[in-house]
């Protein structure tokens, strides 16, 4: 098997025309140069150098041998030089990233990275937390952002992004059935979510039962743009992360729920295998955790009690329902 360490000190050999050169060159004794070449010379089973020419000169094999190894340590050159600058990182990226995150600030995410490294190319998945956990650790996706919680903490890194507040929706034309006897919304309008083995599914289940609903009709819905439409013309009570309908909230389309204790936040961390590119993933990983701020801040800015005006309808008791 061909060595770099000797390809290199026949390859300076053959430019420089002497072994002592080349041992200055390769910061190496001349007889540990004479050493490597000769091992060379076992390995192809043919003599490259004639040595009794002054200068060193090549044999005839030598002289084509010499061209495909200075290609392989210039290739060699050129494959380290990945690990010098992240900049030229080219590979395709598997990223896998929630819904929630996709239809929020997840376009300034692509812009930034794809401006810090231009000659990536993005593959993304988009689906549920536990779906893409599990791609990641079958090595199917590179990075993710995702609920976290799913996989061996030994064999992923991650950083926290900004939580998501939730909160629950209706349309305005329900206002009505919501003053009406304290139960009859509970009765009428079902609840929708995500679907059931998406964590806000499960954590609106618990906080209902908190609330005294031991039986709630829920509609479980895989796309959050369904969710938001199936909301907005009447079809049932949507719990929603706020900042994805602010437009629909402002624009009248929604109200929102003034509940008796908020719905549990949605946490979400970008992840990454620790036997990933660590130096790549985590400057990705802090991109997004930027733009993550970015969207969170200028979202509760637009919710400043001086420039907005969506509605709010007090809930109904939760309580005692049948």
Known sequence: ???FKELEAFVWAVKLGSFRKAAIRLCLTQPSISERISRLE?????LLLERSARPIQPTMRGREFFLHAQRMLDQRDEAMRLFDSD???SAPLRLGTVETIAHSW?????????????KLSIELTVDYSLALNERLIANELDIVLAMNGFLPVDQVEYLALNPYEMGMFVAPHHAELLGQS????LERLPFISFGKAARPYQELAAYLADQGVDDPHIHSVSTLMTIVRLT????GIGALPVSTVLEQWQGGELCR?????????????????????????????????????????DRANQVAPSRFDGQWLKAPPFADAP
């Open 1 to 3: 098997m061909l060595d």
């Open 42 to 46: 076992s390995t192809v089973g043919e």
């Open 87 to 89: 900049e030229d990182f």
């Open 106 to 118: 997840f376009p300034d995410f692509m812009r930034s990275l794809t401006e810090r490294y231009p």
């Open 182 to 185: 304290p139960f009859a919304w």
């Open 232 to 235: 907005t013309e009447g079809l």
């Open 257 to 297: 729920l003034d509940l008796p204790r908020p719905l549990p936040a949605m946490y979400y961390d970008i992840i990454w295998r620790k036997a990933s590119h660590p130096r790549f993933c985590k400057s990705v990983a802090r991109m997004a955790q930027t733009c993550s701020r970015a969207y969170a801040n």
